[in-house]
């Protein structure tokens, strides 16, 4: 990945067009080159994988669920599927710049500091309870970050993951093997499915 993107950002240099990383390229000095090739890397990389999982735990999420399904509004289902079953366990990895004490821990400079999303997706004293709820109105699920790094790519998966939920649910779809024969990619930092077979229409 690393090689073909270097590659790409050189001929992007010599030959720009009307995209995101000519547009970058064109930024010259702003940025060095291997800021440029981890650009490239993250919006392509997180463009899609966490992507992927959204949709395959969602509709998993949405089959365990069938009697919340009728009636359910798609835009307020989609953010608690995003927050129930978040395709990123932690966010990016962090280095305080100096000792800092949270929850009465104190972290020393330059630790590596992960923050977990999946267990403050389930803060029952945010969430009450923690169940899912297509109906859940009040949702501040942290699965895009938070502040300044809030992901870059939060509107267009909400709008990806609700075409594709929308287009399944009208289409009808249901799971082809039983619930507990699904299996989860053994992954520290994603949750995703293996395969999820399904029976369509
Ligand atoms: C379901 C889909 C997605 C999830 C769950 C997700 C989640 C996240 C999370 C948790 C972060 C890190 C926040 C932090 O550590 O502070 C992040 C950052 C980022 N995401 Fe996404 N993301 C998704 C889709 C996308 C898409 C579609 C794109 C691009 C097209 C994208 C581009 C980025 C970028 C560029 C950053 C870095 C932002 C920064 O550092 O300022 N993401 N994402």
Redesign the pocket.
């Known amino acids: 990945m690393h090689r073909f993107l270097v590659e790409l950002v050189a001929a992007k240099r010599a030959e720009p067009g009307d995209d995101l990383l000519s547009g970058l390229v064109a930024l010259e000095d702003a940025l060095s080159s291997d800021e440029l090739v981890s650009?490239a890397f993250?919006?392509l990389w997180?463009?899609?994988e966490?992507?992927v999982?959204?949709i395959g735990n969602g509709v998993r999420a949405l089959l365990s669920v069938p009697d919340q399904v009728a009636g359910m509004d798609l835009a307020v289902a989609v953010e608690e599927l995003?927050r129930f079953d978040?395709?990123?366990q932690w966010?990016?990895r962090?280095f305080p710049v100096r000792d800092v004490v949270i929850g009465g821990v104190e972290i020393p400079a330059g630790d590596t500091v992960l923050?977990g999303?999946a267990a403050a997706n389930h803060d029952s004293s945010v969430f009450g309870d923690t169940g899912l709820d297509l109906r859940r109105r009040v949702n501040p699920h942290?699965?895009?970050?938070?502040?300044?790094?809030?992901?870059?790519?939060?509107r267009?998966?909400q709008v990806?993951?609700g075409v594709a939920f929308g287009g399944l649910l009208d289409r009808g779809v249901r799971l082809a093997v039983e619930m507990g024969a699904l299996r989860w990619v053994p992954s520290f930092r994603n949750r995703g499915l293996v395969e999820l077979p399904v029976i369509l229409g």
């Open positions: 650009m993250l919006a997180a463009g899609y966490n992507l999982n959204l995003t978040q395709p990123l966010a990016i962090r923050l999303i942290v699965s895009y970050g938070y502040g300044i790094h809030r992901s870059f790519g939060s267009l998966s990806e993951a």
